[in-house]
């Protein structure tokens, strides 16, 4: 194995130094580098222009996709750089290598890349060196800036970047705001020059919005004229601001702007040597491979923990719904509080007698009457101390007796050094009673004032609670979290996160909720960066009793297509028992059988905003598991299911659209089909408005 690498190695090198001598000259420049990617389609070229300014290009199959995009910085107390740069040399290579998921959404991941690696410096005092790092694969390109130890500069602190990404045409742009705080808006479908993100200012859902400017969050996903595909987000994002990519609809570019520190007026303060964040942008022809591509983690550092087994991908139900739709409460004051001993353990006996292995329990700790509200959240929070009714250590036993494990809540109220402080302390309870999962909250207004969810001083909060996490084998299910860029990898014990629109707005939003089309777009757009704890499952639609004015859009087949659709190692059942019929309702078989953790996925078919179908095979098994949904639209597809294995008989099991479903008309409408299909089979779909299909498919 280590001589085909070391061959491949060689042979790419020389492939490399072939590129570099055959490139064309790019626009201004004397000193072009440039690198393909490994199947020749994508190529990048580097360049210093006529002042000195590092700049790049990207091409597809010799179309420009990124046109002339210069780089720099601008830094408190130093002067900017990004002018009069000279290239010292560069070098570069290939690598081809796979590694090994220790649980998601495929178990091997191909990482396959050129590199080039070009090393400036200024020209004038204070002389300062930087690297740009880029690799190119198949499925886009990622670079970074590298700044090595140097004389004279120790510490770096970031006022602005300025990472252009010229566009080519007025592209169709699936965008949300470039939001500070919290990336839960709806998907806006617009060209680019018509992306307007300050109308989305005020949101009377979110408890903290802060949008300083016409700019969007990552991953932003675009169609060119041609039918490319283009999404644009960060990887490894350590120790840095956040990224969101400010536009200018007049030239069709994109330039970074980072989420900033009003409290400490910067973007970041690091020391060097210094990596920024890989900055990407995956390119795929159609929609389908932009979610199958595997960039973003590639682009990570490898598995830091080690063995991670003590985490158990898992479906989990739990004491959460109920308080969205107001049947109880977090809080023990009212009468109605949802987090006690007795309703935990009903939840307890639903999950063993349904192939579910977890159960959330939130209000459980004392704080919750100061939640919402109170300006000083410092404090109020206790990550260890139960309500009078809630008897944690029974719980747990009494979940252990039953083979259910308990996940553990904590809501910091946004109030992260409260959260810090107890940090040990939480976990080692949590380590000490066997528990090894929880779902972190942050709602409202950071504290200290003037930090934003995605800023550093955030990013480095984030990132200490995995760590603290990880001594404690905990793993972490961040909500209002910062956006996912692929640290799963370096970081398994970083599960999931919200970072979206979830099911919870179907309970309570004033604007009637998630729309139909809004999962046919978070597959091409949000799932980029990561897995999503989203919570599907709602069987009630339309909430009765509990909510008049609100309903969840979409048909119950689709919410079945969701667990597949959506990829995440914890996998909410967020409806109450009862309205599973305490799980007898025959719909409830496919939540029960569905796997959780998988051997390999792919997308089938899919248009963003439209509709999409994957599948998974299930980790350790020959069953396979298929979801599609679709947006208002009703939709017939055809699948073709030549992903089995050859010559094998398997069981379909179809829980379908009924014939007269629709999402807001009839969406309890459902049938249930069963055939037996091969390898040569292919399925006839019929999706209703806002509809879905999931089908088991389990080897005969
Ligand atoms: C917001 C989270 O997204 C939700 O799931 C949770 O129930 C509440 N915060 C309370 O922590
Ligand atoms: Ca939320």
């Known amino acids: 194995m280590q001589t085909v690498h070391q061959l491949l190695l060689f042979a790419s090198i020389l492939l ?33 222009t006529a002042e000195g300014t590092p700049a790049y290009t990207l091409s597809f199959k010799d179309k420009t996709v990124i046109d002339t ?40 991941v191909e990482n396959h890349f050129n590199e080039l690696t070009v090393h400036l410096q200024e020209t004038a005092a204070p002389n300062r060196l930087v690297n740009l790092h880029f690799k190119v694969y198949n499925d886009g390109l990622g670079f970074r800036y590298e700044f090595p130890e140097q004389n004279n500069w120790a510490e770096m602190v970031v006022m602005d970047e300025h990472t252009q990404f010229n566009l080519t045409g007025d592209h169709t742009c699936w965008w949300i705001p470039g939001d500070w705080d919290i990336y839960e808006h709806l998907y806006n479908t617009t060209k680019f020059s ?40 960060e990887a490894n994002l350590t120790n840095y601001a956040g990224m969101t990519l400010k536009i200018d609809k007049d030239k069709l570019m994109m330039v970074s702007e980072l989420v900033g520190s009003k409290r400490l007026g910067h973007k970041a303060k690091v020391n060097l040597p210094f990596n920024t964040p890989w900055r990407t942008v995956q390119i795929t022809e159609t929609a389908a491979e932009l979610i199958d591509s595997k960039l973003i983690v590639n682009l990570n550092e490898p598995n830091k923990l080690g063995d991670v087994s003590w985490f158990k991908p898992m479906k989990y139900v739990g004491i959460w719904w109920e308080m969205h739709l107001g049947k109880s409460t977090w809080q023990l004051e009212g009468g109605k509080h949802g987090a006690t001993t007795a309703n935990a353990k009903r939840f307890i006996d639903f999950a063993a ?44 036993r009494y979940g252990k007796e039953k083979g259910v494990e308990i996940i553990m809540h904590h809501e910091t109220s946004a109030a992260p050094r409260t959260y810090e402080q107890q940090l040990d302390t939480a976990y080692a309870l949590m380590q000490s009673l066997d528990i090894h999962a929880v779902k972190t909250g942050y709602v409202g207004k950071i504290i200290p004032k003037d930090e934003y969810h995605h800023g550093q001083w955030m990013v480095n909060h984030y990132r200490k609670v995995l760590e603290t996490g990880a001594k404690y084998q905990v793993a972490i299910n961040a909500h209002e979290p910062i956006k996912d860029t692929g640290i799963r990898r370096t970081m398994p014990n970083a599960i999931s996160r919200e970072g979206l629109r979830g099911q919870e707005f179907n309970a309570w939003a004033s604007d009637g909720g998630n729309p139909p089309e809004h999962l046919t777009i978070v597959p091409f757009t949000r799932m980029l960066s990561g897995p999503i704890d989203f919570t599907p499952g709602a069987f009630n639609i339309k909430l009765d009793p509990y909510k008049a004015e609100n309903q969840v859009n979409t048909t119950l087949a689709q919410q079945l297509a969701l667990y597949v659709v959506l990829y995440s190692p914890v996998q909410m059942a967020c409806d109450l028992p009862e309205h599973y019929q305490n799980g007898k309702h025959p719909a409830f078989q496919f939540i029960r059988d569905v796997a959780v953790d998988w051997e390999t996925s792919k997308t089938l078919n899919g248009e963003v905003g439209e509709y999409v179908t994957i599948v998974r095979q299930e980790r350790g098994s020959d069953n396979w598991f298929l979801g599609s949904v679709t947006d208002e639209n009703t939709r017939d597809l055809d699948v073709a299911l030549d992903f089995l294995e050859e010559g094998k008989k398997y069981t379909a099991t179809m829980y379908l659209d009924g014939d007269k479903a629709h999402w807001d008309d009839n969406p309890t ?27 088991s498919l389990i080897m005969e």
């Open 16 to 48: 490399v130094t072939i590129f570099l001598q055959s490139c064309q000259p790019a626009p201004q420049s004397q000193t072009t580098t440039s690198l393909h990617s490994p199947s020749k389609d994508l190529h990048l070229q580097c360049f210093l």
């Open 194 to 233: 018509a992306i307007d993100a300050l109308s989305k200012r005020d949101h009377p859902n979110l408890a903290q919005t802060t949008i300083p400017e016409n700019a969007v969050n990552t991953p932003v996903t675009m169609k060119t004229a041609d039918g490319l595909h283009l999404s644009f987000h």
């Open 69 to 108: 995009s210069t780089l720099g910085f601008d830094f408190k107390d130093a002067p900017s750089l990004g002018k009069g740069m000279k290239v010292l040399n560069s070098e570069s290579s290939t690598v081809f290598e796979s590694w090994e998921m220790p649980w998601g959404e495929q178990r091997m």
């Open 669 to 695: 409408d459902y049938k249930i089909e069963k055939q037996t299909v091969d390898s040569k089979t292919v399925l006839k779909l019929h999706l209703a408005a806002g509809g879905g299909a999931a089908v």
């Open 353 to 396: 007698n349904n192939n579910i292995g977890g159960v959330l329990v939130e209000g459980w700790n004392t704080g919750w009457e100061h939640w919402i509200g109170f300006e000083d959240r410092e404090g109020v929070f206790d990550f260890v101390t139960p309500y009078a009714d809630y008897d944690l250590k029974e719980v747990v």
